[in-house]
């Protein structure tokens, strides 16, 4: 059965995509594309430079992800600058910018040095608003009445690593901070009113695909704006590169035609009000060790799994009962 065209317009998300994508939830808030520019502000993390831990998250390598364009002793205005000019080269149709900070624990200093970063990035040219990837641990509450302040103005969401709803999962990725932890960040962020996005990660080492799709039921009852799924990579130079040579037999990877199978399940589930940024994640190929799936892009899977939604005539929430 297919639905008909009533139907498809009465997703609560207001448009025809099977899924409440970012790229709709922003063209409805602005009116037009908006794009992200990324910036490495050269920021460490705590799990890092030893105040937490040494070492880092076991699967983490930051310059698998990080643009080009994005170097820390660039200023931040000039990472803008050159962000801007790429992105008119790949599509040539945004109208205003979001700067991105990304790479590592963009709040982890200072509520002065903060100020100077985030506000140099307001005040450049088209600029509308901030997101600002950081950790649970790394947010207080002088931090979060400045963005609430800045909220009342700019866009600004605050982008938050959380990768698992199981603790065991967390210790066993040295992530150094509790699910907990991370709900309380999210309660104090989203309270204030200040958009919330989280970071997910399917396939990590100790937990099973069961134990997976039922973190879909916890993730809904969570006050988030956005989310990020990611399937694991297992990136040269990481702890788990180590690990994974050492013990392949502890990683059971998705292929893609498992990852679909997987994550649309999974998507069914899914409290609809949460807008849905990426499927998957995408290191480039060179950084990946084993053989990756194929250098297929984000933008290719997320077709593909608009495609077989269609085919199953399904879509995000479907089976989603309400929170708990
Ligand atoms: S993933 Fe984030 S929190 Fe973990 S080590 Fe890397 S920068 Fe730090």
């Not at 009113?193 to 099973?208: Q, R």
């Amino acid at each position: 059965m297919v639905l008909e065209k009533k139907q498809i317009a009465s997703f609560p998300w207001g448009h025809e995509r099977r899924f409440n994508a970012y790229s709709n939830y922003f063209r409805a808030l602005y009116g037009a594309r908006l794009q992200k520019v990324s910036i490495d502000a050269g920021f460490t993390c705590p799990n890092r430079d030893g105040s937490k831990a040494l070492g880092g998250c076991t699967y983490c390598n930051n310059d698998a992800f990080n643009p080009s364009y994005c170097q820390p002793v660039k200023s931040v205005s000039e990472q803008i600058s050159e962000g801007i000019k790429f992105h008119k080269w790949r599509y040539n149709e945004a109208v205003s910018y979001l700067a991105y900070f990304q790479a590592y624990s963009n709040t982890y200093a200072s509520i002065e040095k903060l100020k100077l970063l985030y506000e140099e990035a307001l005040n450049y040219p088209g600029v509308t608003g901030l997101i600002i990837g950081t950790r649970p641990d790394c947010i207080d509450n002088e931090k979060l009445d400045y963005l609430r302040e800045l909220s009342a103005r700019y866009y600004i969401a605050v982008e938050f690593g959380i990768e698992s709803c199981y603790n065991k999962t967390l210790e066993r990725i040295n992530r150094g901070h509790s699910f907990e932890e991370a709900v309380s960040a999210l309660l104090r962020t989203a309270g204030l009113g200040i958009n919330t996005g989280a970071h997910f990660i399917f396939g990590l080492p100790g937990e099973s695909r069961e134990e997976m799709l039922n973190e879909v039921q916890i993730i809904s009852g969570l006050p988030l704006t956005t989310i990020k799924f990611h399937q694991l990579q297992i990136i040269r130079g990481t702890v788990m590169e180590q690990e994974f040579k050492n013990n392949p037999g502890d990683f059971e990877l998705f292929t893609l035609e498992d990852y679909l199978d997987f994550f649309i399940p999974f998507l069914e589930r899914l409290n609809p009000a949460i807008v849905v940024e990426r499927f998957t994640g995408e290191a480039p190929t060179r950084y990946l060790t084993g053989k990756g799936w194929g250098g297929k892009r984000a933008d290719q899977i997320v077709k593909m799994i608009e495609k077989r939604m269609e085919e199953q005539n399904t879509w995000q929430g479907k089976l989603y009962r309400g929170k708990e």
